[in-house]
């Protein structure tokens, strides 16, 4: 009969208190369990959309660009966009790299004024940097066209051909189009003056974020660089790395490789120093934690209430056991590992059914739609939770740790009685 | 084999102070059957607790074979009791969730011995208190007298210089008290075990080789009758 | 015929025959009267520079535009970075036409408040129609001397709620009737844009101010030049020019 067995059976012997011990602990590890599932997936999704859409993995611009972000300066560009996409193309780790212009417009129908935003991109290049295949829902992407828009030449009458364009499916709502429809958008230039160009819905595309859904469209690169007059220049050039890639160090050289190839003075950022919302998951995961930690030491009250109440009522047993001649400490490792088992019990359930939770919605999503309406943040409105190790290990080492030191408490307590004390009572 | 000198216990419940013990000295012998007698409140209860080295005198020494035990630490002490002494008390209290066996291998499995002689001295002990065929009940399914020969077989099973029983009978009716009184006597013999009793029945005194009378926290008689042989 | 710069901003023509008047005999409404009788030309062409300044730096268009009575105005640019560009406004709508788009573009309501080639004047600042007594109740507030000028200063409150400025405060010259300054502000009293007016030129017979000066005043640094360069009143200009067949490729 060793120590652990009978810490074994005697937590069978008050079924109900034992039953609301793991039960606490059950419901704290699940709980915790599938907030740091939903977590990980959100950062995920989060991380893809930033990347794929907004910054890349690593991020290029002209230096002076952030500074007036806010007032949108096309003429802060970066020159030599076709050379400098390929100087990154060549450096070591850089998996794809993209030439792109951004941009807000206007359309005007009837009395509305409609607000888009343009994305001039190389769609060639784009399919394998950002998937874009993923995300077309209608019609296809635009083959890429040998000349841009607009006259060949001054006598050339033959008018303006439509730009083919792939809109985002909340844009069409809004304007009231379908697919082959056109559009007109105008625009400030580079160059502070204006401009106006028309498009044609060749492919529509569901991007993950509410914001490009509603409001973007993304149109051949020469079309849109003759659109705000910036031929030969690009707004930034996105980079991804291969897998696996030292991040500093590609970020070093692919910056060595786009300096060589533009005399614009440039700004290189990874992607993670961009303040972006990113910034806030990983302040999200820090609070977690605490909340974590928190709901645990919820949990370990009860683990420390129904500890407290087994003790007093084998007062008697303890006085008797030592009297048997066990040491104290031994008479509170026996508590202890009883309180250890009923903590790893309910960690056990708590992880097993958390978990269940978690897969089932990993495949079918949790739709936040409703939720993020309104809200303006890369992120996508349907999110998937994410089963990690530290959504499923460390949770669950962490709430039978705090179980279990919870029951230091009252067991160490054991320590002082002296066995004559324990066996007076009843 | 005990020797207790000048022996002072004192209580305080509420604002009482109660002299349980008042300069108790006593001698008692190895294997002697010995009974501690005397009203609720004379303090029996008390000595006996002292001499099991539960619980602390404020004055005087307690000596069991040369060793003054009570002067340790509370681990000092539970390993004295652990190799020198047996205890059996009035409500048996045995483990519920552990059959008549475990309980009885309980108290062995805290010391060191190969597990051949382990079961060797269950085996043994088991068939000495009468309780072959019920080994692999639980307390629950035991009668009263069942209970008190496990815990008597607990306390014996890992031979003990000196058992110390707190009325070991007063739970029993007067068939079974006197069974289990006759099973100590046995064992008292054949192990030459040292019996110290505290007992108000009649039954019991007059079983013991000695009976001592406390009052008060006093002795007021002290009865050799029989010898230890 | 153009609207002057107290509503409108946009190729700013002014006509005057000087009648001396005793000026306290006026009231506000017979001054801006005043004001805008002289603005009645049969038909105008005139060629224009448009300097806008912003934190970045300068940037300078060139246009030339025709325009008929109160209610039709063409402006193309001339200028290289927006050659071709046209602007058409009729009664009640502008089009917009870029050689680069496929379609023309019909300005209308709050759309009217975009500003033109990113400067400090709006499409609306051209939009014709209403005088500015049917727009505007007017208020004399009494006279003030600007740049050395004796002005009347009147006030404009907006009667309806889509008028370009809910509040103007316009200085208008006591001998010339024509306007020096003007301040635009919105219903709060918040200041929105000033306009100085210079250069003032007798051409033609008709008196008007050859150079406006524009400021946004919420945002900083920023100020559009508006100069006429050459202008021709009363010449034969043919209707066919505003129409929109004639705004296309």
Redesign the interface.
Known sequence: MNLTQIAWRNIGRNRRRSVLSVTATAVATMSVVMLFSLLSGIADDMASNLTRFYTGEVRIRNEEFSTYEYLQPLHLSVDNAEATVAAVEGTDGVAAAVPRISGGGAVFQDDRRIALLFTGVDFEREREFSNIDEIIAGGEIPVASAEPAGPSGPSDTSGPRLVPAVVGAGVLDRLGIGLGDRFTLVTRTAMRGSNAMSFEVAGVARFPVPALNDAGFWAPLPDVQRLVRMDGEAGEVLARMDRGADERAVTEALALSAREATSTPLEVKYWKEIETTYSFIEMAQVIYSIMGLIFFILAGTVIINTTMMAIYERKKEIGTLEAMGMTPREVVRLFFTESLFLAILGAGAGLVVGVIFASILSRTGIDFTEAFRGVDMEISPVLYPKITPLSTVVVTAASIAVGAITSLFPTTRITRIQPVEALRDE | MITITNLVRTYQTGDNEVRALRNIDLAIATGEFAAIAGPSGSGKTTLLNLIGCIDEPDEGTIEINGSVVHAGKAKERALFRRENLGFVFQSFNLVPVLTAEENIALSLSLLDMPAAERRERLRAIIDEVGLTGMEDRRPARLSGGQQQRVAVARALVKDPKLVLADEPTANLDSETGAAILDLMHELNQSHKTTFVFSTHDPMVMDRADRLITLRDGRIVDDDLRRRAS | MKRTATGIIGVVIFAWTALPVAAADLTAEEIVERLESNQVQETNHATATMV?R???GE?T?TMESWSKGRDVTLIEFTSP??RG?KVLRTENEIY?F??????L???????LR?S???SDISYEDMTGGKTLLETYRVELLGEETIHGHRCYKVGFEARRRNAAYPRQTVWIDTELFVARRSEQYALSGRLLKEIEMDRIETIGGYTIARRMIISDALKRNSSTEFTLDDVQFDIQVDDDLFSLEELS?
């Open positions: 806008v912003d934190r970045f940037r268009s970075a927006e560009q917009l870029y050689p680069d788009a496929a379609e573009i019909r300005l209308q309501g709050a759309a975009e033109m080639l990113g490729w």
